[in-house]
């Protein structure tokens, strides 16, 4: 009961809260029972929106229970350790009406809202209406993005999924930025240091195999997805296959039977427990709890947990204020128990989780970048630097860093638009080539297609992957993943854009207020989310009256040829993305050892 109570009490001053005490405003769902007791949810009535095919649009319900513990809050003596389960709710039913609170964050370029709740740890479930006796559907888990310093599960709508997909659909939140992912020596223990968040993924993961069954789910059915720091998630999840999930004896590779990684390069190189120990971790800690007062790791251990969350958010910022090019300036590191080998090594040792995978991203993924550029060089104090063909050199110096081989004029060369009188030309095309391929940011188009070149190729793969790349030019992008003033120039099928052909009016803020897509977009939306739960069924994507989505041929075909799926409203069809991105014609010889 005492925990119960801790979880409500915050429901009187928070705006975001994990429950309810009063009766809930929709019509309640079925109370169900699960490891720690009783949780009821509600009854959400939604109206799709109109698609070009003149499918029908009347309004469909879910059951949804939202804000359910699965972690006790890393409070305390739990900040920067392992979570632990939550064991019990208390005697009565657990209202989950509500999200629970976002994960302590900063407000960014995109999603605008601050928090600072650390009793963060809880997860959503929705699940179709009609679910037959006995039934058991698969598991969709859902790891959202947010560079590992933002995002949250409460800014995405699972009934669309759960729905047309027929899915059960879990959607989780997990600690972040410095809370969650920094290491320091004085957080060590037992072979442990940073990637808390990936821990709690994990102990989510083991929730669902222990509770999803009393949903109407099944646990032996289960696929993970995520996109940009998601889907990394899902890369560090895919690498470690023989590591275990926090307070219990079960491996990862247990844990889930296909994955979904949407803008995440897999083969993307993250630093070592030192290396991140040296950036984050030590200037966070050197500005809070200095070694020259605090002379032994518990010192510093208990300085740091005596900090308040403003404080440390604080401290976070003005890191990655100084580091404005490092779009992932805390992040997963490599080495210790969480996440033992890269990705690379990983697949060179023949130690990736063996399951099929979707993979891909969208055509202009870093043009979302260019246009926070561009926003930062249009503030009235201390603006940043234009992007312009007199500044492309310093631009592209700060990204192209190892140079490739023929240095920045070759890139110019390849891309003689950088040239251009026309500084919005400029713009547009610097989105172009760092979408293309870059050696910084893991979310480029010729990094994915290198990822899944090296899955293909470990010897024991026994899966096909299917490789997309989504490029509607009409996808929401202004006054969605980018605020007012919107750039001048073309973004196109940005970062993160896709998400809402999956997650209806995602807006990046709690509010879930985008517009409706347009009809022809709602329609490659529907065929989308129909493409993502067959996987989720049988491990193929394919079905019935869709266009075929073809295996990827990485394995015998560098870069796969035409063989990714170009999602476009009225032109799904197959493609040739590394002839689209220059991938072997020119992003290779530039950087014959980061791509191989």
């Known amino acids: ?84 389960p939550v064991k019990s709710l208390g005697s009565g039913v657990f209202k989950a009406y509500e999200f629970g609170p976002a994960c302590p964050q900063n407000p960014r370029a995109g999603p605008p809202e601050k928090y600072v709740n650390e009793d963060c740890l809880s997860l959503n479930i929705t699940t179709p209406t009609d679910l037959k006796a006995g039934e058991k559907l698969p598991v969709f888990f859902w790891i959202h993005g947010g560079a590992f310093v933002g995002g949250s599960s409460n800014l995405y709508r699972l009934d669309k999924l759960a729905h047309e997909g027929r899915l059960i659909v879990v959607s989780v939140n997990y600690r972040l930025g ?12 037992n072979g442990y240091n940073g990637n808390y968040g990936l821990e709690d993924q994990r102990l989510a993961m083991k929730w669902v195999q222990d509770n999803i069954a009393a949903f109407g789910g099944d646990p032996s059915n289960v696929t993970i997805a995520g996109e940009s720091a998601g889907a990394g998630s899902v890369c ?30 897999c083969m993307s190189k993250l630093p070592t427990v030192t290396e991140g120990e040296a950036k984050a971790g030590a200037s966070i800690q050197g500005n809070l709890c200095p070694n020259s007062t605090h002379k032994t790791n518990a010192e510093v251990l208990a300085c740091m947990r005596a900090q308040s969350t403003e404080t440390i958010l604080a401290q976070q910022e003005i890191y990655t204020a100084a580091n404005p090019t490092d779009v992932t300036s805390i992040s997963p590191v490599i080495g210790g128990n969480t996440v033992p080998l890269s990705f690379r090594d990983a697949a060179a040792q023949n130690k990736l989780v063996n399951v ?13 970048y260019v246009g926070y550029f561009w926003q930062d060089s249009q503030r009235a104090e201390n603006p940043g630097p234009p992007i312009n063909r007199l500044t492309i050199n310093r631009w592209l110096e700060s990204f192209y860093n190892p140079l490739p081989v023929g240095g920045i004029d070759a890139i110019k060369r390849q891309y003689p638009n950088l040239s251009n009188a026309d500084s919005n030309i400029v713009a547009e095309t610097f989105g172009e080539v760092l979408s293309d391929y870059n050696p910084r940011l893991g979310i480029t188009n010729c990094n994915y297609l290198n990822s899944s070149d090296t899955i293909l190729r470990t010897p024991s793969r026994a899966f096909p992957i299917y490789q997309f790349e989504f490029a509607d030019p009409n996808a929401l992008v202004c006054g969605v993943g980018i605020g007012d003033p919107c750039p001048p120039f073309d973004m196109g099928p940005v970062h993160s854009s896709e998400l809402n052909y999956l997650f209806p009016n995602l807006s990046f803020t709690s509010k879930i207020n985008a517009p409706n897509l347009s009809p022809t977009s709602q329609a490659l939306a529907n065929q989308m989310v129909a493409y993502w739960a067959n996987l989720a069924y049988i491990g193929t ?44 014609a020119f992003w290779t010889t530039q950087y014959p050892n980061e791509l191989n």
Request: net charge positive; glycine share 8%; with cysteine.
């Open 236 to 265: 560090m999840h895919l690498a470690s296959p023989d590591q275990v999930v926090a307070q219990s004896q079960v491996k990862v590779k247990d844990l889930f039977h296909k994955a979904i990684v949407q803008s995440a390069g």
């Open 1 to 84: 009961m005492k925990y119960f109570y801790q979880v409500i009490a915050p429901c009187f001053i928070l705006l975001v809260s994990a429950c309810s005490q009063g009766e809930s405003t929709q019509p309640v769902a079925p109370v169900v029972q699960i490891s720690s007791g009783s949780v009821q949810g509600v009854i959400r009535t939604y109206t799709p929106a109109p698609s070009s095919d003149n499918a029908p649009t009347s309004a469909y319900s879910v059951h949804e229970y939202r804000g359910i513990p699965y972690a006790l809050p890393p409070t305390g003596n739990r900040r920067w350790a392992l979570p632990e």
């Open 178 to 189: 410095a809370l969650g992912f920094m290491p320091n020596p004085a957080f060590a223990a």
């Open 541 to 584: 994507p394919n079905k019935a009256g869709l266009p075929t989505w073809p295996t990827y041929t990485g394995k015998t075909q560098r870069y796969g040829g035409a063989s990714v799926l170009r999602f476009e409203p009225g032109k799904v069809q197959a493609m040739n993305s590394d002839y689209a991105h220059q991938c072997s």
């Open 356 to 368: 099929p995978l979707i993979m891909g991203g969208t055509k202009s993924e870093l043009v979302l």
